[in-house]
């Protein structure tokens, strides 16, 4: 009782009723959350009956749900032309308290990214992804977008990623989405892009380093680089460093590297367990696309760990992801051998 009174709760009868100061609201999604005005804060827990709710059903005859310039939902009542932050639904909340599932009922095969951020509200999230024009990058974009968050999607070629923009306000017209310029090819690029973020003066909360190249032909970037070495790892090393004290002030924030399990076939250290670098940017005579790629994962997955070691202290987290064996997207376009590949697998692999 003595932690109740402390709270403020003492002041209510009802389990059900709310405490002083808080204030019942829900996402666009139909997911009740709790605000404190007091505290400045919110939770998805009743504050005293410690259970979630969502609203059942649609709403009512005349109702509409919009979204204002802070992200938060309201409703317009047409028949009676008013406005309201509280949601008409909420006299029909049914309680949501399922049994937890297992990680691997939860996360599979079939899983989708809109499944993953069922209910989550992503309202004043900033989000930067990379190569987000296409395939995995361009869903995820999407995913975060449609849950609220303000997505910058970095891509190299500016005009495919203005029509990404395109076809994601074309699902939800409001969403807080851009296209901005990045090739990881130049390191050049990718300061003159963390340079452009910066003079927003906004936040970062994550930062996803998607893009990559896969069976590229041997050929060097501008810096005198193997290209699937400095696209796939190096440029986005540089882009964490030139962002990393923006991750920092964000947090808690999130960096996610998109990595793949063909990194537990190869090595980067030579006969004597050292560090072998030329094998990061291998001479014309000995590279192979196959070998260039998995090398790059691994590096990718080095990186993660490490930056996560050093940046965790100061709220901010790494973590390399695994998108799933053979996923089919046009990673594959610059060798038709890979092409005939993953077309042949096309019907037993996940799709976007």
Same mark, same amino acid.
Not at 205 to 212: D, Q, R, S
Not at 279 to 291: N, T
């Given at each position: 009782?003595?932690?109740?009174?402390?709270?403020?709760?003492?002041?209510?009868?009802?389990?059900?009723? &709310? !405490?002083? +100061? =808080? #204030?019942?609201? $829900?996402?666009?999604? @139909?997911? %009740? *959350?709790?605000?404190? /005005?007091?505290?400045?804060?919110?939770?998805?827990?009743?504050?005293?009956?410690?259970?979630?709710?969502?609203?059942?059903?649609? &709403? !009512?005859? +005349? =109702? #509409?749900?919009? $979204?204002?310039?802070? @992200?938060? %939902? *309201?409703?317009?009542? /047409?028949?009676?032309?008013?406005?309201?932050?509280?949601?008409?639904?909420?006299?029909?909340?049914?309680?949501?308290?399922?049994?937890? !599932?297992?990680?691997?009922?939860?996360?599979?095969?079939?899983?989708?990214?809109?499944?993953?951020?069922?209910?989550?509200?992503?309202?004043?999230?900033?989000?930067?992804?990379?190569?987000?024009?296409?395939?995995?990058?361009?869903?995820?974009?999407?995913?975060?977008?449609?849950?609220?968050?303000?997505?910058?999607?970095?891509?190299?070629?500016?005009?495919?990623?203005?029509?990404?923009?395109?076809?994601?306000?074309?699902?939800?017209?409001?969403?807080?989405?851009?296209?901005?310029?990045?090739?990881?090819?130049?390191?050049?690029?990718?300061?003159?892009?963390?340079?452009?973020?910066?003079?927003?003066?906004?936040?970062?909360?994550?930062?996803?380093?998607?893009?990559?190249?896969?069976?590229?032909?041997?050929?060097?970037?501008?810096?005198?680089?193997?290209?699937?070495?400095?696209?796939?790892?190096?440029?986005?090393?540089?882009?964490?460093?030139?962002?990393?004290?923006?991750?920092?002030?964000?947090?808690?924030?999130?960096?996610?590297?998109?990595?793949?399990?063909?990194?537990?076939?190869?090595?980067?250290?030579?006969?004597?367990?050292?560090?072998?670098?030329?094998?990061?940017?291998?001479?014309?005579?000995?590279?192979?696309?196959?070998?260039?790629?998995?090398?790059?994962?691994?590096?990718?997955?080095?990186?993660?760990?490490?930056?996560?070691?050093?940046?965790?202290?100061?709220?901010?987290?790494?973590?390399?992801?695994?998108?799933?064996?053979?996923?089919?997207?046009?990673?594959?376009?610059?060798?038709?051998?890979?092409?005939?590949?993953?077309?042949?697998?096309?019907?037993?692999?996940?799709?976007?």
């Amino acid at each position: 009782m003595a932690a109740l009174k402390y709270a403020g709760l003492e002041d209510t009868d009802s389990e059900e009723e &709310l !405490p002083p +100061g =808080w #204030e019942e609201r $829900t996402t666009k999604d @139909g997911w %009740v *959350y709790y605000a404190n /005005h007091l505290e400045e804060k919110t939770q998805w827990e009743h504050p005293k009956s410690g259970k979630r709710k969502r609203v059942a059903g649609g &709403l !009512p005859y +005349g =109702w #509409e749900q919009e $979204t204002d310039e802070n @992200g938060q %939902v *309201y409703f317009v009542d /047409h028949i009676n032309k008013r406005t309201t932050y509280l949601d008409p639904r909420l006299a029909f909340t049914v309680e949501d308290n399922p049994v937890k !599932p297992t990680t691997r009922q939860k996360y599979d095969g079939n899983s989708t990214a809109m499944e993953i951020l069922q209910g989550r509200d992503l309202s004043g999230k900033v989000v930067i992804i990379t190569g987000a024009n296409s395939g995995i990058g361009f869903e995820t974009a999407k995913s975060l977008a449609l849950h609220g968050a303000y997505v910058i999607l970095a891509c190299r070629n500016t005009s495919r990623g203005n029509d990404a923009v395109q076809r994601i306000l074309a699902e939800w017209h409001k969403a807080k989405v851009e296209a901005m310029t990045l090739d990881l090819a130049s390191l050049q690029s990718v300061q003159c892009f963390a340079e452009a973020f910066k003079s927003k003066n906004v936040p970062l909360h994550i930062l996803i380093c998607n893009a990559a190249v896969f069976g590229a032909p041997w050929c060097l970037t501008e810096d005198g680089l193997e290209s699937t070495f400095q696209v796939n790892h190096l440029g986005h090393f540089y882009l964490v460093q030139l962002l990393e004290e923006v991750l920092c002030q964000s947090s808690p924030a999130r960096v996610v590297m998109v990595s793949s399990e063909s990194h537990r076939f190869t090595d980067i250290k030579d006969s004597s367990g050292k560090l072998n670098l030329s094998l990061l940017s291998p001479s014309k005579k000995e590279y192979w696309a196959m070998l260039a790629y998995n090398r790059s994962k691994l590096c990718n997955i080095l990186f993660s760990n490490e930056l996560n070691r050093r940046l965790s202290s100061h709220g901010v987290t790494s973590n390399s992801v695994h998108p799933g064996n053979m996923m089919y997207s046009s990673i594959h376009r610059n060798w038709w051998v890979y092409t005939l590949l993953f077309t042949l697998a096309r019907p037993f692999t996940k799709s976007m």
